[in-house]
């Protein structure tokens, strides 16, 4: 069995914690398994949730009692915040963001280097914005992969990420993005 968790659960995971953090909303996420995927390899949706980077970590080394995080999944922080759409969620039906002083607007890729997509902006099926990004070290080693929200790669050491609502900062590689509604 992969341990990718399968697109139909993935999204009834996403949904269910009004898409991000179980914990704290973060609109970037992780797929977690309570149950440990090292102990029984599964991919039940009653016994996954979504975390932050911060929390999946958290919950993975033992932090977090199996208690806590059903807690937690049984009250998502979105659905308790009335964000059932989650933190980026946007209303209306285009794309905007804001880079530095430039807004550019609409779906697709807006950075592209050496044949790369870089950073590209959608709006899912429930109209909630979907952020992918890739970032290099200067000596192109990959530091941050996200895949429509998901957070699949990170090697920022020693740095901070954090996103608020319209947001994402991380003070490691410079970068700050602005989405606007």
């Known amino acids: 069995m992969s341990r990718r968790t399968p697109a139909d659960i993935a999204r009834q995971l996403r949904r269910e914690a009004g898409f991000g953090c179980c ?13 440990e995927w090292k102990d029984d390899q599964h991919h ?3 016994d996954m949730m979504v975390l932050c980077p911060n929390h999946h970590d958290q919950a993975t080394k033992g932090a977090m009692t199996e208690a806590e995080q059903r807690k937690f999944k049984a009250s ?3 659905i308790q915040d009335g964000l059932a759409k989650g933190r980026l969620a946007v209303r209306q039906n285009y794309c905007a963001a804001s880079f530095g002083s430039v807004t550019v607007v609409g779906e697709g890729p807006f950075l592209r280097m050496a044949d790369e997509d870089i950073i590209e902006f959608s709006l899912g ?3 909630n914005l979907e952020l992918s990004i890739k970032l290099y070290s200067e000596n192109d080693d990959l530091l941050l992969k996200i895949e429509r929200n998901e957070w699949t790669s990170c090697c920022v050491n020693g740095g901070d990420v954090s996103t608020i609502f319209g947001l994402l900062r991380t003070d490691t590689i410079k ?7």
């Not at 914990?23 to 149950?35: K, V």
């Not at 970068?175 to 509604?181: I, Q």
């Open 23 to 35: 914990i704290c909303g973060n609109p970037i996420f992780q797929y977690h398994h309570i149950i």
């Open 44 to 46: 039940r949706p009653e």
């Open 76 to 78: 998502p922080r979105n």
């Open 125 to 127: 099926e429930d109209g």
């Open 175 to 181: 970068l700050e993005l602005n989405w606007t509604d």
